[in-house]
């Protein structure tokens, strides 16, 4: 059974920052990407960034210089560094990841997503 658990979310004013941390558990054999979405209500989930196993990452337009996505393999946890926030930053922050439990065929997994509110 493979879990992904975000934490570090919460309430912030405008122009603060939060950190954002999410393990993956389980019987896992490999992690191959892995990435943050974000999610308001009535809206399509949308990607914020993503990260590969060697460190490659990418980001939304819309968080480009203000936040920053890292990882420790070591630990197959990912992080999300976010800096100068916004009140249109403000949804429920998922963490996925591909990986494999055995050799071969890789799938996607989710966590169950992480509340964060900015107010004005």
């Known amino acids: 059974q493979v879990q992904l658990v975000e934490s570090g979310g919460g309430l912030v004013q405008y122009g603060g920052s939060l950190r954002l941390s999410c393990a993956a558990s389980?019987?896992?054999?490999?992690?191959?990407?892995m990435g943050w979405y974000r999610q308001t209500p009535g809206k399509q989930r949308e990607l914020v960034a993503t990260?590969?196993?060697?460190?490659?990452?990418h980001y939304a337009d819309s968080v480009k210089g203000r936040f920053t996505i890292s990882r420790e393999n070591a630990k197959n946890t990912v992080y999300l560094q976010m800096d100068s926030l916004k009140p249109e930053d403000t949804a429920v922050y998922y963490c996925?990841?591909?990986?494999?439990?055995?050799?071969?065929?890789?799938?996607?997994?989710w966590g169950q997503g992480t509340q964060v509110t900015v107010s004005s």
């Open positions: 996925n990841a591909r990986l494999n439990v055995q050799p071969g065929y890789a799938n996607w997994y």
């Open positions: 389980g019987n896992i054999f490999r992690i191959y990407d």
């Open positions: 990260i590969t196993s060697s460190g490659s990452t």
